[in-house]
Nanobody
Framework: VQLQASGGGSVQAGGSLRLSCVAS????????MGWFRQTPGKAREFVAR????????VYTDFVKGRFTISRDSSKNTVYLQMNSLKPEDTAVYYC????????????WGKGTQVTVSS
C-alpha cells in the first residue's frame, strides 16, 4: 500500500484544515488507518485512528472534540478534519495503515506540514 497525505498548510489559530490520505496499490477496506504527527526534536505521536470497518475511532486527548477521522473506502481515502486549530497543533502529519488493525502500522505516507500561527 502506498499512501500520500495532502491538505496541509498554514492557518491562524481557530482555523480549520482537512487532511486527506489517498492509498494506492491495494484497497484499504481491510486496513486500519491512523494519523500521527511529529515536530522537530520530538518523537512521532499518535493523533487518531479508525478501524478497517470504519466503526471504531480513537483520538488522543489533545485533539478530542476538535479533530474528526473518517474514511471513504470507495475512494481509498482517509480524512482528518481539524477544527479549532491551535499553535501547538503545528507539526508534520503522517497517515499510516495496518492490516485488519493488527500489530504495528506497516505502511506510512510522506507527511504534510500543518502550521498554525497565533
Amino acid at each position: 500500500v502506498q499512501l500520500q497525505a495532502s491538505g496541509g498548510g498554514s492557518v491562524q489559530a481557530g482555523g480549520s484544515l482537512r487532511l486527506s490520505c489517498v492509498a494506492s496499490g491495494r484497497p484499504i477496506s481491510m486496513y486500519g488507518m491512523g494519523w500521527f504527527r511529529q515536530t522537530p526534536g520530538k518523537a512521532r505521536e499518535f493523533v487518531a485512528r479508525i478501524d478497517f470497518r470504519g466503526a471504531v475511532v480513537v483520538y488522543t486527548d489533545f485533539v478530542k472534540g476538535r479533530f474528526t477521522i473518517s474514511r471513504d473506502s470507495s475512494k481509498n481515502t482517509v480524512y482528518l478534519q481539524m477544527n479549532s486549530l491551535k499553535p501547538e497543533d503545528t507539526a508534520v502529519y503522517y497517515c499510516a495503515a495496518r492490516y485488519v488493525d493488527s500489530g504495528e502500522y506497516s505502511f506510512w505516507g510522506k507527511g504534510t506540514q500543518v502550521t498554525v500561527s497565533s
